[in-house]
């Protein structure tokens, strides 16, 4: 049995413990209604595997949202507030949100504003949003597509991490949440990273345990700077570049958009060889990390408007200030700088480098 993390004062529970604490937690608090946020596919694949998991015969409304990044939007909170209004929510309602990392951190800002902010309880569904979005409280939207440039940081009130909804998911979607396992290896431990070099030697149980260990990795950088003030912003490696290249690809006409972890996988292997040139990351381990990554994620071409456009979009990053744009680079696996300025010239010879 995966034990409980406290992050902050929201505990994160895992498996059969999760809905005995829901149950107990609902039983204590007596909340004046209860809501149900879903998009489309968690409606169809997880939500009657959720009232089977509670066993109750609590009255929850259901509200639905569209699916994908591109409903993560103001326009989408104005429904959900509008929808809780006509509903009779009051400040003592509760939403949950069960779902990917959309509905979570959309859901999240919903009830963060919604009467000034009313109780939430997230139920990840998907590998990245229990792996990225389960702790430290970061909720929010896009602003068109640039990633996350309106929200709030507020803990729910619990979080449940059920692994048996990841039997719903695509491959594209598990290995976009690998992505950021990856990244809690490559900034905090190097054990975490060997252990998911090969995946194919992992039963389920071991799944959960590394599910369980790259969760508190992030606790633990969370719970030492909970509003992002210095260690905690070794949590945005690759988010740079890979928030930018997601940002192009999901604007472009022209160009298919990719998922998170795989713009997150490709933002790492072009941070790491600038890591490289900047902050003397080992030259062999930059190879390294770009064959692990490569094996779980197929390569992307760039030509050279797409790079400048990039380039461009990097100037929208949440962790820029004082007109700057900042990276966090690797002296090493598990070492870590902050608030890095990254010549351009560096960032065309990262492209060259994934490119090859």
Same mark, same amino acid.
């Given at each position: 049995m995966l034990s409980t993390i406290d992050s902050a004062g929201c505990p994160v529970h895992f498996n059969e413990t999760a809905y005995q604490q829901l149950n107990a937690h609902l039983d204590e608090k007596k909340y004046s209604k209860l809501f149900l946020l879903v998009d489309q596919n968690t409606h169809e694949h997880c939500l009657s595997a959720f009232f089977n998991a509670i066993g109750t015969d609590r009255?929850?409304?259901?509200?639905?949202?569209?699916?994908?990044?591109?409903?993560?939007? /103001?326009?989408?909170?104005?429904?959900?507030?509008?929808?809780?209004?006509?509903?009779?929510a009051d400040r003592k309602s509760l939403l949950i949100n069960l779902g990917g990392g959309v509905v979570t951190d959309l859901g999240g800002f919903v009830a963060s504003t919604f009467m000034r902010g009313i109780s939430f309880i997230n139920i990840p569904t998907s590998l990245l949003s229990m792996v990225d979005a389960s702790v430290g409280g970061k909720t929010g939207v896009d602003l068109g597509p640039l990633k996350n440039q309106v929200g709030v940081i507020?803990?729910?009130? &619990?979080?449940?991490?059920?692994?048996? #909804? =990841?039997?719903? +998911?695509?491959?594209?979607?598990?290995?976009?949440? =690998?992505?950021?396992? @990856?990244?809690?290896? @490559? /900034? #905090?431990?190097?054990?975490?990273?060997?252990? %998911?070099?090969?995946?194919?030697? +992992? *039963? =389920? *149980?071991?799944?959960?345990?590394l599910i369980h260990e790259s969760i508190g990795i992030k606790n633990e950088v969370v719970i030492s700077d909970p509003t992002e003030k210095g260690l905690r912003k070794i949590l945005n490696f690759g988010h740079t570049l890979g928030h930018a290249i997601e940002s192009y690809l999901l604007q472009s006409e022209t160009r298919e958009a990719i998922l998170h972890g795989e713009a997150i996988a490709i933002g790492m292997i072009l941070e790491v060889y600038i890591s490289s040139k %900047?902050?003397?990351?080992?030259?062999?381990?930059?190879?390294?990390?770009?064959?692990? &990554? %490569?094996s779980y994620f197929e390569k992307v071409e760039? *030509?050279?408007?797409d790079i400048q456009e990039i380039i461009e979009l990097l100037k929208f990053d949440k962790? *820029?200030?004082?007109?700057?744009?900042?990276?966090? +680079?690797?002296e090493d696996i598990a070492k870590t700088r902050i608030d890095c300025k990254v010549p351009n010239e560096n960032i065309l010879k990262a492209f060259e480098y994934y490119s090859t």
């Open positions: 009255t929850f409304e259901i509200i639905e949202i569209e699916a994908g990044e591109e409903h993560k939007n /103001i326009h989408t909170c104005a429904g959900v507030w509008e929808t809780l209004s006509e509903l009779g507020r803990l729910p009130e &619990m979080v449940l991490i059920d692994t048996a #909804y =990841l039997a719903t +998911l695509p491959p594209n979607q598990m290995r976009s949440g =690998l992505a950021e396992m @990856l990244k809690h290896g @490559l /900034i #905090y431990s190097e054990s975490h990273w060997d252990s %998911l070099q090969d995946l194919s030697k +992992l *039963n =389920l *149980n071991d799944l959960d345990a %900047l902050a003397d990351f080992p030259e062999a381990k930059v190879d390294a990390v770009k064959e692990s &990554m %490569l760039f *030509n050279e408007q962790k *820029n200030s004082h007109g700057n744009i900042n990276f966090v +680079l690797l």
